[in-house]
């Protein structure tokens, strides 16, 4: 995509970064929800307003479409300076340029592999970095960049409040109108990010399931331990998965399901708020509870 400046985008620096679905690269944007937070606006700081899209949340009709659209936005990838590049060492994940015409500039995920470190002039590094592209038109290639065509990933801490807003929207827009002939196909979901055979799963002949989607989880969490914790403090018997994530985050996502309208609330009130939360347990839970025993695996 050419790239021009957008009136409607400017001001001051962006803080975050699109990976678009025309040509899979990452772009400056800029954000912004309209229609009560139905719609989401995206602006291309670079680009012509021509390039502007519009996302509306009836259109998301499955949860992977909806983790595929949050997984698109993170932190802006500054560029690496002159006097940093003693921290870019092999591993270390980086965004950088590739030019396939003239003046067209795109930007794709690589990993370093190997650092040619050279003595710097006064101002200027003058290394050379040979990186594993991730994706793009050089995806599985090694390629040579200097230090001026390099941006460093940021971890994503979390996502832009905006994205998150207008994801929560499109959740329970997609929870109302989830036909009960997708059922069997949900539960299928369900048993793939559990890592349950089909077999193991008994939902007891219900056709439609409700869900919540929860952030900030250790990238080591497993899906049973949320489904336990959640048996031990609530009583309800549910279903969690926990989606990959990239190493550049530092958290993962994931979701929750149950059964019915009625444990939705439930379950939504108990993650809002644990302590105030009150729900029937068998006297040995209760005992462990009050003895703190286990610790929360929703994070915070």
């Known amino acids: ?64 479409a909806i983790q595929d659209f949050r997984s698109r936005f993170r932190p802006a990838s500054p560029q690496l300076q002159d006097s940093d590049c003693g921290s870019v060492t092999p591993g270390t994940l980086v965004c950088a340029s590739h030019s396939p015409r003239d003046g067209d500039v795109c930007f794709y995920d690589a990993i370093v592999e190997a650092v040619e470190r050279k003595e710097h002039s006064r101002y200027k590094c003058l290394c050379s970095f040979m990186l594993l592209s991730k994706h793009g038109p050089s995806e599985g290639k ?50 793939k990010c559990s890592g349950k055979s089909p077999q193991d799963i008994d939902l007891g002949g219900v056709r439609k399931h409700y869900m919540i989607l929860i952030e900030n989880l250790e990238k080591d969490l497993q899906s049973s331990s949320i489904e336990d914790f959640l048996q031990l403090h609530t009583s309800m018997s549910t279903r969690a998965c926990i989606f990959p994530c990239l190493p550049s985050e530092s958290y993962a996502r994931g979701a929750i399901f149950v059964d019915s309208e009625k444990n939705l609330k439930k379950l ?33």
């Open 1 to 64: 995509m050419p790239r021009y400046p957008n009136p409607s985008s400017a001001s001051p620096s962006p803080d975050i970064e699109f990976r678009t679905f025309d040509d899979d690269a990452w772009y400056s944007v800029r954000l912004l929800l309209l229609s009560s937070g139905h719609q989401l606006k995206l602006m291309y700081c670079h680009l012509s307003d021509f390039y502007d899209r519009v996302f509306h949340a009836k259109d998301f009709r499955s949860l992977e």
């Open 142 to 191: 090694m390629v040579m960049k200097r230090i001026e065509s390099i941006c460093v990933v940021q971890p994503t801490v979390r996502v832009d409040p905006k994205v998150a807003s207008f994801l929560e929207i499109a959740t329970k827009h997609m929870n109302r109108i989830m036909p009960e002939s997708n059922a069997n196909s949900g539960d299928r979901k369900i048993d």
């Open 268 to 300: 939504y009130d108990f993650l809002e708020d644990p302590d105030q939360s009150s729900y029937p347990l068998e006297e040995e839970k209760t005992i462990k509870q009050e003895a703190g025993d286990p610790s929360c695996p929703l994070g915070n």
